[in-house]
């Protein structure tokens, strides 16, 4: 399987401040991976060095063959990396469907119809503002807005953060249906085993440093050495 994102010795933070330190990653095409580590040990900072918003300091990010690294952040978008931000990156003032337009580009299988086929929700609420959707279905038209890039990689951070048990299960059954379609996936999780259970492989970070690295189902079934995993530092 040819290689969708390969990361090597990886130096990131913020200005002068270094978060991130020797991350190496290597996610075939059609892979998924979770994230997987305590709060503050850099995650966030992770994804948003994928995508160009924070200082890199040294490494490389190859992606779908081509270096990244220096490239601005719409480049890496228009080359078919989808993010979806914990902060939910929608226009307030917009409606739904204006905020799925805006987001139209590149060539393949996503168009309005089928986001809509995808979350129906958003078809009912197609012409509501974005400040007058639930906390779910910010989520929906987050996610939607990415898949409307018609992306290669999409890269999830936190999805399910601050939704109902309910609303957490429709999206959770959605990303599992992105998993299996030919979506190349990161997702950062909160819950250790939801995260496992829809990924193939994972990494456990702290203090900026991969701990951990391996398949998903192995944590999975092994619950004591992912508590020590997730417990050690
Ligand atoms: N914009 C920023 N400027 C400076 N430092 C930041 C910034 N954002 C995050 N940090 C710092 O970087 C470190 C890693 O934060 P990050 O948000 O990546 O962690 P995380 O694992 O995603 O945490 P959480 O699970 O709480 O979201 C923390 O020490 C944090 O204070």
Known sequence: MAECLKVRGLVAGYGATVVLEDIDLDIPEQGSLAILGRNGVGKTTLLATIMGHTTLHSGSIVFDGQAIERLP???????????????????PSLTVEENLMVAEH?????SLDKVYEFFPRLLERRGNFGNQLSGGEQQMLSIGRALMGNP????LDEPLEGLSPIIVDVLMESIRRLLEDKLTVILVEQSARRALQSTQEVIVLDRGRITWKGQSGYLLAHPDELSAIMLAG
């Open 73 to 91: 952040v719409h480049e890496r978008a228009r080359l078919g990396i989808g993010y979806v931000p914990q902060t939910r990156d929608i226009f």
């Open 106 to 110: 590149g060539a393949g299988d996503w």
């Open 152 to 155: 290669k990689l999409l890269i």
